[in-house]
């Protein structure tokens, strides 16, 4: 009798903690679920202000400027609407890589960042007596760059989101900060360009 009681208050016991377990996954997975419907509420705007943007076919303006802050220059292209800055496009090009990047603005403030990073396969000189000087097997071939690519989100002036494909590791709160700084300090040197006419 004492060995029933024994594997009776076993089970009971052990049924009293099951359902806790399950309650506190749940209440786990209802977190991520409500911070994903957030996010898809805070990204609406933005990705709804990117195809707008991108849907304009005849842009009142465009305004281009030369960048030489790598060995192969580059340049800034500044498109208006109306009067109004809604979207820049840079370029920068050196002799290993290759950066495009693009910034959206929502009502006057920087919203949405796309950066398309091309890493050559070899430097844009290396043709085939340089690959024969060198053993190698292979030329300059832009179809081979490693092609990388980062999404960043801005709301109310912070960047509170990004999708970048280098980092497998979840985004820090410092590295989003870090992000942000950076983002936010080139992007002020080209507005600054608009200004300077």
Request: charged content about 30%.
């Amino acid at each position: 009798m004492k060995q029933f009681t024994y594997i009776l208050t076993l089970l009971l016991l052990a049924s009293c903690g099951q359902p806790k377990a399950e309650q506190a996954s749940t209440t786990a997975s209802d977190t991520t679920t409500t911070e994903r419907v957030d996010l898809k509420d805070r990204l609406k705007p933005i990705k709804a202000n990117f195809k707008r943007i991108n849907a304009i076919s005849n842009w009142c303006s465009i305004e281009t400027e030369e960048l030489w802050e790598t060995t192969e220059g580059g340049e800034a292209k500044f498109y208006y609407q109306k009067g109004i800055l809604e979207k820049i496009v840079t370029h920068h090009y050196g002799e290993t890589f290759q950066l495009l990047t693009e910034y959206y603005l929502l009502n006057g403030e920087l919203s949405f960042v796309f950066a398309k990073h091309y890493q050559y396969n070899r430097h844009v000189y290396y043709d085939s007596t340089a690959m024969i000087e060198n053993n190698d097997t292979e030329v300059f071939d832009v179809e081979k760059s490693k092609i990388t690519e980062k999404r960043s989100y801005f709301e109310n002036g912070k960047l509170f989101h990004q999708i970048n494909q280098e980092s497998d590791s979840p985004l820090t709160d410092d590295y989003l900060l870090q992000e942000e700084k950076e983002i936010k300090t080139y992007f002020d040197q080209l507005i600054g360009m608009t200004k300077k006419k």
